[in-house]
């Protein structure tokens, strides 16, 4: 267990932009940051993170809450890995008790497929720099890659030995199941026999964005025409290699910060452009590409610059990838690297002023790449230009948006020499065609059905429940702060009539919020909020310093979901920049006394209007004494109404 202490030092450091800012590009929004939801596919922002409160709000998916929340929900930590994640990242010692056995045993499937990858991880690393067939053939090969002992060391590169069940045997002795070794591919199970997958290989460790252990990929140092020369971890409940980047933990600050990511296709691409002092490169494994992948990218940058190596074979199949890149909105470049020349070999021999200066100066948009590229093989055949042009075009088609493609097809028509109108007709057609596809795609999965509409239910506004959620956000947003309240004091004049004496008093927003509900013995409908309301009044009458982000971070997970509801949800204004359309909102800071004397009077005059109508429907079945009591109760209680309105009117 982590102690108290270290949980407490955590949250204090943590600071959950910088947090966050690892995972998502997030940009500035006034006192806030917004950036595109990591959880949904989305192109317009709809995720918002707050540093003064510490919490964060996804208004695309409805996911929210702190620091821990996020990496829990973002890298499914369990609350304790998050609390290490974070201890680590900001250089703070761990304080815990050991783990029993049994605590151990409860661990679930998916915590042990981790724990078995990062212990091969660290085994492969060992192995490597501390056995002698590790320095000796692992070792050996690393560095005639050019690789040196910190590139060896950041990647935590490694070897696995040249027997049957080397790593196999080692792990079981050391406690880990046979069953999670199966799983995540590390171990070969057949009858009684078991044996390690990657035997005699240099293994390369799949990291996902947080740095956690999901995979490996193993080289073969032998010739062994039979064996494949690179070998992947199999899929898993913890491994997808169409979810995953190699390089991706190391790369994203890097990418983010220079809004841009380098594709290459290998591992050892990757290596040596982080050797050479270029960071924000990324390897999709040397599998296709695929949306997936694309959208790991996309919530760091918009911009991809592909590199291609220096053999032209296999080339326009690698295209292919480029188009899904611009399905994806985001904005590509190519660069090829000189014939022979791949991105590992043109980085180790050269510097990184001329490899930054080469890329610079080589990197061309996509569809000038592309014209050059087809209409070099096109050459003087007219048959093989047109299809060129319509290749050309039907890359363009997969740009979603509309201004983009009304550019680059007008780039299309100054490269290649053929008119702007011939090419839109052209996009038209394909745009059509995709969208008659797409229709009789949908047609074959589910038979064609005339359902007749139904009438589309009006959702009633629950006003009781949307008055005590306002109840709760005053107090989270201003329950400390001491404005003057002017007080109603009910009274009689002579004439036996009711109305309210006015009367300023000088508190706090708590207290006169927490005064007037106990005046009017009004409790809470909702449990949640009625639990949270005394747990709010109770920090206010404790602590002089009340402050959100700690208060949220010592709820247990629902309730801090639900304030965090409560409060990102007066910044969602903000995600549509309405100042940009001259529409001006209001804050609320400057009306606190208005927004609690409103909320106060709304709740007194709903629960008014219940005992109105309470009063109305029992009036029926009463003798006649009752009933003229009840309709001077109903009288009464209109009255009260009525001065209520009219305190209201001067309130807004």
């Known amino acids: 267990m982590i102690s108290r202490t270290t949980i407490d030092n955590v949250f204090e450091t943590a600071r959950v932009e910088e ?3 690892d995972f998502v590009q997030l940009k500035k929004s006034g006192s806030n940051f917004k950036g595109l939801s990591p959880f949904t596919d989305e192109r317009s922002p709809s995720f918002m ?7 964060w709000k996804d208004f695309s998916s409805g996911k929210g809450g702190n620091v821990v929340a996020f990496l829990m929900e973002h890298e499914h930590f369990t609350y304790p890995e998050a609390i290490k994640y974070l201890a680590k990242k900001y250089g703070i010692e761990i304080e815990e008790t050991e783990q029993t056995n049994e605590q151990k045993e409860q661990a679930n499937e998916r915590e042990s497929l981790y724990l078995v990858s990062e212990f091969a991880k660290d085994y492969f690393h060992s192995t490597l720099l501390r056995t002698e067939p590790g320095k000796a053939i692992g070792l050996s090969y690393f560095k005639e890659r050019g690789f040196t002992d910190e590139t060896i060391k950041k990647f935590e590169l490694g070897y696995s030995p040249d027997q049957w069940d080397a790593f196999t045997s080692h792990a079981i002795q050391k406690g880990y199941k046979l069953e999670f070794l199966e799983k995540t591919g590390l171990s070969i199970v057949k009858q009684e026999k078991q044996f390690d997958r990657f035997k ?4 390369f460790p799949i990291l996902s964005m947080s740095g956690r252990t999901l995979g490996f990929g193993g080289r073969i140092l032998t010739n062994d025409k039979k064996a494949a020369k690179y070998l992947n971890s199999p899929e898993s ?3 997808h290699k169409s ?3 190699y390089g991706i933990y190391l790369a994203k600050q890097s990418i983010a910060k220079e809004d841009n990511c380098y594709l290459v296709e290998g591992y050892t691409d990757v290596i040596q452009f982080h050797q050479t002092g270029i960071h924000n490169v990324v390897s999709s494994s040397g599998t296709a590409l695929t949306p997936e992948q694309i959208r790991l990218v996309n919530r760091l940058t918009k911009n991809i610059t592909v590199l291609f190596d220096g053999d032209a074979a296999g080339l326009r199949a690698s295209l292919r990838g480029v188009d899904l890149i611009l399905e994806q909105g985001m904005n590509v470049k190519i660069c090829t690297f000189p014939e022979g020349e791949d991105p590992d070999s043109f980085a180790k021999s050269n510097s990184l002023e001329e490899l930054t200066l080469y890329l610079e100066e080589k990197a061309q948009d996509f569809i000038s790449f592309k014209a050059s590229l087809l209409a070099s093989e096109a050459k003087n055949d007219p048959i093989k230009k047109a299809e060129t042009i319509r290749d050309m075009v039907v890359s363009i088609s997969k740009i979603p948006d509309v201004i983009k493609r009304e550019v680059y097809i007008k780039e299309c028509s100054r490269i290649m020499d053929i008119s702007e109108e011939v090419l839109f007709n052209t996009l038209a057609q394909i745009l059509q065609k995709d969208k008659k596809d797409a229709s009789k795609k949908i047609d074959k999965q589910q038979p064609f059905e005339v359902i007749p509409a139904e009438k589309q239910k009006v959702q009633k506004v629950d006003t009781l429940y949307e008055l005590e959620r306002k109840i709760i956000e005053l107090l989270l947003l201003y329950g400390d702060v001491e404005e003057e309240f002017e007080d109603l004091i009910l009274e009689t004049n ?5 109305g309210f004496k006015p009367e300023v008093v000088k508190a706090k927003v708590f207290e006169k919020v927490y005064l007037d509900l106990q005046d009017d013995e009004i409790e809470f409908t909702n449990d949640g909020f009625k639990n949270l309301y005394y747990e709010i009044i109770n920090k206010f009458n404790i602590e002089q310093d009340f402050q959100i982000d700690i208060f949220v971070n010592e709820l247990p997970a629902e309730k801090a979901s639900t304030i965090t509801d409560i409060l990102m949800d007066e910044e969602r204004h903000s995600l549509h920049k309405w100042e940009e359309k001259e529409i001006f909102v209001k804050l609320k800071e400057v009306t606190i006394v ?15 209007t219940q005992k109105i109508d309470e009063l109305s429907k029992e009036i029926n079945s009463q003798e006649e004494d009752q009933r003229q009591n009840s309709l001077q109760d109903i009288q009464d209680y209109i009255t009260l109404k009525t001065v209520l309105s009219e305190k209201l ?3 807004l």
């Not at 005699?200 to 293994?203: A, D, E, N, Q, S």
């Not at 002579?494 to 009711?498: L, S, T, V, Y």
């Not at 208005?594 to 008014?608: H, K």
Request: proline share 2%; hydrophobic share 45%.
């Open 19 to 21: 947090v966050i800012g």
């Open 594 to 608: 208005q927004a609690v004397s409103q909320t106060i009077l709304n709740l007194r005059r709903y629960l008014v």
């Open 237 to 239: 409940d913890i491994y």
């Open 243 to 245: 979810k995953v980047l």
């Open 494 to 498: 002579e004439k036996g009539d009711i």
């Open 200 to 203: 005699g290989r240099v293994m």
């Open 649 to 651: 009117n001067r309130v």
């Open 49 to 55: 993170v707050s540093p003064v409160k510490q919490i």
